[in-house]
């Protein structure tokens, strides 16, 4: 097989009103044979539409120039490209026209938090109009772990404890509560829970 189908395009920037939507085209070219002119055109969902070609090095530049005010919703563009030997190649192209939509963008959802999504859509082919929907989420709260607890001797009798975090991710303004329990001496007695606080400052402030 020697036919080549590349270059697809559209007379449009990243989305238009349909009015705006000039042509599709692709290039068929075939470097050891002629592309057949009668052979080589364009289906919209199937059937044959009306296609213009404009000669380039070994074969066409295929067009099919937008004659139908009635493109909506889920379109297939098939080109059929022939050589004169009877060879075919076919590719098809699938767009949704009509829409286009945006995503509100939330990035920081942290902890025991309700985060509301929401989505738009413009419709700019027909009866230009704006929709929009929404729904929510529940991010889950921090679990609470025991973290690991280094015991480094200071003196003969007192001993100091560092305490290793699960992770060092904080945020300022925020009071975070230790509590330490289990602590026991060498006959057994157990050291009654202590707990301490702190607030991480914000430096800006």
């Not at 939507?21 to 002119?37: C, G, K, P, Q």
């Not at 909506?72 to 939509?101: H, K, P, Q």
């Not at 929709?131 to 009798?157: H, M, N, P, W």
């Not at 305490?163 to 602590?183: A, D, L, S």
């Amino acid at each position: 097989m020697t036919i080549l189908i590349d270059n697809f395009s559209m007379g449009l920037d990243t989305y238009t009103a349909l009015s705006g939507l000039e042509y599709f085209a692709v290039d068929v070219v075939d470097h050891d044979n002629s592309i057949s002119t009668s052979g080589t055109y364009f289906l919209l969902d199937g059937e044959v539409v009306p296609t213009n070609l404009s000669g380039i090095s070994d074969g066409y530049r295929v067009y099919y120039y937008v004659d139908s005010p009635s493109l909506s919703g889920t379109v297939v563009l098939t080109i059929w490209a022939e050589n004169d030997i009877l060879e075919t190649v076919t590719n098809s192209y699938t767009f949704l026209l009509g829409y286009r939509l945006e995503f509100n963008d939330y990035i920081d959802w942290g902890p025991r938090n309700t985060v509301i999504t929401t989505v738009r859509a413009s419709n700019t082919a027909f009866c230009p109009n704006l929709v929009g929907a929404s729904t929510y989420f529940e991010t889950v709260d921090y679990e609470s772990r025991d973290l690991g607890a280094y015991i480094s001797g200071t003196a003969s009798v007192n001993l100091g404890a560092q305490i290793y975090p699960q992770n060092t991710f904080f945020f300022y303004g925020r009071t975070y509560t230790i509590t330490v329990v289990g602590v026991k001496d060498f006959s057994g007695n157990i050291m009654d829970p202590i707990t301490f606080s702190f607030t991480i400052e914000n430096p800006n402030d």
